[in-house]
């Protein structure tokens, strides 16, 4: 089966603590994304990578860092710098160019405590 | 910055009813694109309008886009208990898609 997969799909941390969120897609798509949903809000735009070994920062990079060193590959990494990191964190990917419709993957809730 | 409003917040309505959601962006959009979440889901892709004032029907849902590609809505006629969902609206402007906020949809049977 096609899709993306994101892994793991709850995760707790301490404060402090760096964790990082897997996003994996086997549609041979070009560009993926990172966004974060809170409670009631829309999606906010971490980061996003249209090419191997490039991404852009989002809206709200601050306090996250990602690669993209495989196609198939765009892990995130919430730092202990990202202030308010309790989210329901959304992974995407779509073609470069013939479709801008977005594939999301089933999300990662992470707790810090 | 690049804003995209959406509204109403939330919706309750009987089923049978309609639902209407609304969006504006504070720029001109090269394409919106509508996408549903159900709870504890995540956003699945419903429709992309890319043209001027182009309206697109999926069974009970339409979707416009506004003449100056910078509004959208979706309508829901007779909506039914699978409908329940959040409704968001994306604009494409800059290679970033920027949401809504999102409609979240209760149907009381």
């Known amino acids: 089966d096609g899709g993306i997969t994101q892994s793991p799909k709850y995760l707790f941390r301490k404060e402090g603590q760096n964790v990082t969120l897997s996003c994996e897609q086997n549609l041979n798509h070009d560009a993926m994304y990172w966004y974060r949903q809170d409670p009631g809000q829309g999606l906010r735009l971490i980061y996003y990578?249209?090419?191997?070994?490039?991404?852009q920062k989002g809206d709200i990079a601050e306090g996250y860092s990602v690669s993209r060193e495989k196609k198939e590959s765009f892990p995130l990494t919430v730092t202990s710098a990202q202030k308010n990191p309790t989210a329901f964190y959304l992974c995407?990917?779509?073609?470069?160019?013939?479709?801008?419709?977005?594939?999301f993957g089933p999300g990662t809730r992470l707790t810090v405590t | 910055g690049q804003q995209v409003m959406q509204i109403p917040q939330y919706q309750h309505v009987q089923e049978g009813e309609d639902f209407t959601t609304y969006c504006n962006s504070s720029?001109?959009?090269?394409?919106i694109q509508w996408y549903k979440q159900r709870p504890g889901g995540h956003p699945v892709f419903l429709i992309q309008l890319v043209k001027s004032g182009e309206v697109k029907k999926q069974k009970r849902l339409t979707f416009q886009f506004g003449e100056a590609k910078k509004n959208s809505s979706l309508h829901i006629t007779a909506t039914q208990t699978t409908d329940v969902g959040t409704y968001f609206c994306a604009g494409y402007t800059g290679n970033q898609f920027y949401f809504g906020t999102g409609t979240s949809l209760t149907v009381i049977p």
């Open positions: 995407a990917s779509k073609e470069a160019v013939q479709s801008y419709e977005q594939y």
């Open positions: 720029t001109t959009l090269s394409n």
């Open positions: 990578s249209q090419i191997v070994n490039d991404f």
